[in-house]
């Protein structure tokens, strides 16, 4: 049942926004430019033109394109979020954008643990939440650790909460896996608690979110078996409200011992894929390539709701990860070109939607 706000006017909007999406003939033409300045001069003839004719004006090459896709993914995501709080319940806004500041406090994170220089920590970052691009600077800025834990604190930043909990658990176990899973842990409560109506908006963005937490769970079951993390310490990371992978499955997945035998229990769920991988891939627990394909399963699972009910917020959550996924393809585009990638593995690294 369609719920009362404006989704006419709203979804009208979106659509207009999704035309002006980049297509894969333009992404073939980026793989196939000499270098970062040819790409800029391609990237100037598209719907980027305002953001990399304001970024050129203090920087070159690489630099140019990852600040005007920050700047381009900024603008878009605050429309979005102006369009759901004048027409719209802007709960489902929060949920949909603030993802990415979790995406980017952990970047930071993990960033600062193993002393990434700032640029290439912000060149990671997606400014599409509530923490905007100044913000996330300042955060970059800190000088450890501890030092963007107690801004957040300071700034009174709701993500603060459970990083401050479990700073001393990460202090003495060196383990940043600690405080990040408390983070997605903090986020996922607050999302599902957050849409927990019986609304058909409620219901989508449900799905959504527990398809995300699965994901989640079956990365940290992952590391988990390559690790050899002990069972009773396994339990203590996983999060609860999956679509599909209650507590009880995904235990039995730490207990299979070895990431071949866990994959094969997803057969005749929605993650069966990940026990198709290369043989060589289970040999040699390259978990990499089980969380490019994860990603890849949540892209397609986000931009599939654009051909949901026109009349919910399907669309908005399509084209919100359609965004994503342009600027993510750019961005490596753009990192693999300068750094003399052979084009096949350049479109090998691409998620087409």
Known sequence: MATSVNYGYVNARIRGMKSRLLGRELLESLILKPDTDAIITELGKTPYREEIEKAAVQHAGLACI??????????????????????????????????????NIKTILRGKNIHEPSSEILGCLIPAGQLDEATLVELVKQPDVRGVIDLLATWRIIYSLPLTQHFKEYSEKRDLAVMEYALDKFYFAIA??????????????????????????????LKMIRDRIPIEEAQEFLIPGGAVLDEKRLVLLVKAGTIKDAMKQLAG????????????????????????????????????????????????????????TEVTNIRIISRLKMADVAEKIIREELVYV
């Open 66 to 103: 990852e600040v005007a896709l920050r700047m381009d993914i900024a603008r878009t995501f605050r429309k979005i979020y102006s369009l759901f709080k004048k027409e719209m319940d802007e709960k489902y806004a929060r949920i949909l954008l603030n993802r990415w500041d979790v995406h």
């Open 192 to 221: 599902l608690d957050t849409i927990r109506g019986n609304t058909d908006d409620d219901r989508i963005m449900r799905e959504m979110v527990a398809t995300e937490i699965d994901v989640t769970n079956i990365r940290s079951v």
């Open 269 to 324: 769920s929605p993650y069966e894929f990940l026990g198709q991988v290369p043989e060589e891939t289970f040999k040699q627990e390259k978990i990499s390539v089980f969380e490019k394909e994860l990603e890849r399963f949540l892209i397609r699972k986000g931009t599939g709701w654009f051909f949901g009910d026109p009349l919910s917020i399907a669309i908005a959550i399509g084209y919100v990860w359609a965004k994503f």
